[in-house]
């Protein structure tokens, strides 16, 4: 079968956007990639979205969107998978070039929080828990992180003070990425000072609330994806070359052990098979950081760190600038911004960026493959994607 | 490529089932579809849904049902495209096998209606209209096709009296079908004297409020399709031939001609050239018949009957038994149900069975070609699929 190719992306800067619309939103993003495609157009639209029908009274969105940015008439839907609806977005998309339905797929994702009010936001996301087991006891999506980390905390004797530096070099990264929600360095007393939230989640340790959308332009065979790249003058290539995805059970309880993710070992192992890629062969990581803790549980449960390890060697240093791989330049879901639905279409166009060499942030050092990794819920979902520069 | 096979299908009983949830309802579906596919389990779950955020108050709905049904851990996902969902995840789930990223995947729909009061899901299925330029002013889904049922009387000179013989033939065959939720005859008394719920449309010419879940699932390649059938004992294969999407605006205001539904006569032109088959082959079809209006403005899109005169044909008694194609036999969205999400992927299981000879309800004259028609909102989303006897 022929490969997968990301030729183009376009991302709104993130924010609090009362006077936007989702479909402004998108619409910006869309013809930001096909302009970075140079004008190449989608056959067909998929749209990653987590509220849209609670906080928006919107369904119908994929159709909504793609009339709204010119492309009445493609096929076009949305795909809900909690917090991880970009990155099932993409599996999706991926599928749909693949098979050969259509040549070139639109995959977005977009989110509108500042719709309604925050508590309303936040009751939205925390729709992403078992409303039957969960929901009903009134617990929040913080909330239950907020029992992870706890957890965690206990089992491998840290300190939540050993959990600053998560923030503070996300904060460090965003400040140079034009996209970010939260584009400015913090220090360390200003993340260990800041409010509780959920014992002992403090507000450095939560992604923001914010809007956004990012697109990216996928196609088949190598033919049409040179055509984009020569139309556009970049002579690099990156290839799609592996999307994944695996789920575990909605409700806490259920798991195993709370301090894996399963549905993320699950997810990279596969993802990594696919690709014909070893762990050691990734250059760059874009992980799903919506608090600290969950940043530093994907680090181990991809696979980059050891068990109970991911605090103490981040606090070191490691994961940064000339380490491999380099990790969340973008500034991650704590300060790029998490913009739900849309944050796994993030992920992608910014490892798309780093491998072309053309991302406007803090710079990787010319990565020839990158790992995407975006969560739903508790690790309910996790999508994963490896980008490979193609030679 | 690989042709796809439908090679198991499991259907419940559509109702109001206010002791049952979504889960409970979809496990069902699943079960009966591997049991159908002798013991055939998923690699992938696809889900139709259109309004679990808003009356489950429930996102991760896919990896929900996965682990409920005793799948944690696969890939799983929600697709929404309003009533059309169901289409649509058809769509996504065909390109999941094809494209090779799984080899079997169950293709399911549900959805729970009575989770809320009448009025809630009437709201809620308002939501695929375009929330800031159609709900905002207080319309409801059946208000929309209200409109353009009289536009379609006063352009084609039809007294809605001649509406009356969509309903009356389609609780007819419903009477035949285990899994309709009205399988039962009436009158064109009784449905002529049906209270006025939307005029022109009374309440006979509307699909109930009920809750259902339905599965087919598709592997990729004649002999996975063959080793299946030869399990269950079938000498017959199905192929799901082709399946294809497309889109309109969703406000009625910005479409060209209201009494043409442009994204089904889109999809079908597609589905059919994908197919390498032409209008007249098609032995047997389903059609989406949200109301009266609705079903015979499909038999006109699809191209039927020519435009404004599939009233008439339909009252002289065409497209019944021994007719080419013949339709509904299911008793239609009308009669055997209307559970949204769930709806295009009953149609593919009653088209699957029918081929396969073995529908439960009234029966077709052997097709060897079914075509299913599911559309979401006022035809905002067509889904098409051509099921095809494999010889």
Same mark, same amino acid.
């Given at each position: 079968?022929?490969?997968?190719?990301?030729?183009? #992306?376009?991302?709104?800067?993130?924010?609090?956007?009362?006077?936007?619309?989702?479909? &402004?939103?998108?619409?910006?993003? /869309?013809?930001?990639?096909i &302009? &970075? $495609?140079?004008?190449?157009?989608?056959?067909?639209?998929?749209?990653?979205?987590?509220?849209?029908?609670?906080?928006?009274?919107q369904?119908?969105?994929?159709?909504?969107?793609?009339?709204? %940015?010119?492309?009445?008439?493609?096929?076009?839907?949305?795909?809900?998978?909690?917090c991880?609806?970009?990155?099932?977005?993409?599996? $999706?998309?991926?599928?749909?070039v693949?098979?050969?339905?259509?040549?070139?797929?639109?995959?977005?994702?977009?989110?509108?929080l500042?719709?309604?009010?925050?508590?309303?936001?936040?009751? =939205?996301?925390?729709?992403?828990?078992?409303?039957?087991?969960?929901?009903?006891?009134?617990?929040?999506?913080?909330?239950?992180?907020?029992?992870?980390?706890?957890?965690?905390?206990?089992?491998?004797k840290?300190?939540?003070?050993?959990?600053?530096?998560?923030?503070?070099?996300?904060?460090?990264?965003?400040?140079?990425?034009?996209?970010?929600?939260?584009?400015?360095?913090?220090?360390?007393? #200003?993340?260990?000072?800041?409010?509780?939230?959920? &014992?002992?989640?403090?507000?450095?340790?939560?992604?923001?609330?914010?809007?956004? $959308?990012?697109?990216?332009?996928?196609?088949?065979?190598?033919?049409?994806?040179?055509?984009?790249?020569?139309?556009?003058?970049?002579?690099?290539?990156?290839?799609?070359?592996?999307? %994944?995805?695996?789920?575990?059970?909605?409700?806490?309880?259920?798991?195993?052990?709370?301090?894996?993710?399963?549905?993320?070992?699950?997810?990279?192992?596969? #993802?990594?098979?696919? =690709?014909?890629?070893?762990?050691?062969?990734?250059?760059? #990581?874009?992980?799903?950081? $919506?608090?600290?803790?969950?940043? /530093?549980?994907?680090?181990?449960?991809?696979?980059?760190?050891?068990?109970?390890?991911?605090?103490?060697?981040?606090?070191?240093?490691?994961?940064?600038?000339?380490?491999?791989?380099?990790?969340?330049?973008?500034?991650? /879901?704590?300060?790029?911004?998490?913009?739900?639905?849309?944050?796994?279409?993030?992920?992608?166009?910014?490892?798309?960026?780093?491998?072309r060499?053309?991302?406007?942030?803090?710079?990787?050092?010319?990565?020839?493959?990158?790992?995407?990794?975006?969560?739903g819920?508790?690790?309910?979902?996790? %999508?994963?994607?490896?980008?490979?520069?193609?030679?």
């Amino acid at each position: 079968m022929e490969r997968v190719f990301v030729v183009g #992306a376009g991302m709104t800067k993130i924010g609090r956007f009362y006077e936007r619309s989702a479909r &402004d939103l998108f619409r910006e993003a /869309l013809w930001k990639a096909i &302009d &970075d $495609a140079g004008g190449l157009r989608p056959q067909a639209i998929v749209v990653g979205n987590m509220t849209s029908s609670v906080l928006m009274e919107q369904d119908s969105l994929g159709a909504l969107l793609a009339d709204y %940015s010119g492309f009445r008439g493609l096929p076009a839907f949305k795909v809900e998978a909690a917090c991880g609806s970009g990155g099932a977005a993409v599996y $999706a998309g991926y599928a749909l070039v693949k098979s050969g339905l259509v040549d070139v797929v639109a995959v977005g994702g977009v989110e509108k929080l500042t719709e309604g009010v925050t508590s309303e936001a936040t009751k =939205a996301l925390a729709q992403a828990a078992d409303s039957e087991y969960e929901l009903i006891y009134g617990t929040t999506f913080t909330g239950l992180n907020a029992l992870v980390m706890r957890l965690y905390m206990e089992t491998f004797k840290y300190d939540r003070s050993d959990f600053a530096y998560w923030p503070l070099r996300m904060h460090e990264y965003a400040s140079y990425n034009p996209y970010a929600q939260l584009p400015r360095k913090t220090t360390l007393d #200003a993340i260990l000072n800041s409010p509780l939230i959920a &014992d002992p989640i403090r507000l450095f340790d939560a992604s923001p609330i914010g809007d956004g $959308a990012a697109v990216v332009l996928l196609v088949r065979g190598e033919e049409r994806a040179r055509e984009v790249a020569k139309a556009v003058g970049k002579d690099i290539l990156v290839e799609l070359a592996s999307v %994944s995805m695996a789920t575990d059970s909605v409700d806490l309880a259920s798991r195993r052990d709370l301090l894996t993710m399963e549905s993320t070992v699950k997810a990279t192992r596969e #993802a990594l098979g696919k =690709a014909g890629l070893e762990l050691k062969n990734i250059d760059y #990581a874009e992980v799903h950081d $919506a608090f600290s803790i969950t940043g /530093l549980l994907a680090l181990e449960d991809i696979g980059f760190a050891p068990k109970g390890e991911a605090p103490r060697l981040w606090k070191e240093g490691r994961f940064g600038k000339g380490d491999k791989p380099e990790v969340n330049f973008s500034g991650g /879901l704590k300060a790029r911004g998490h913009p739900v639905g849309a944050t796994g279409v993030y992920q992608v166009a910014e490892a798309f960026m780093q491998i072309r060499g053309d991302f406007p942030g803090f710079k990787a050092s010319s990565p020839e493959t990158a790992l995407t990794h975006n969560i739903g819920g508790v690790a309910t979902f996790t %999508s994963i994607a490896i980008l490979k520069r193609y030679r």
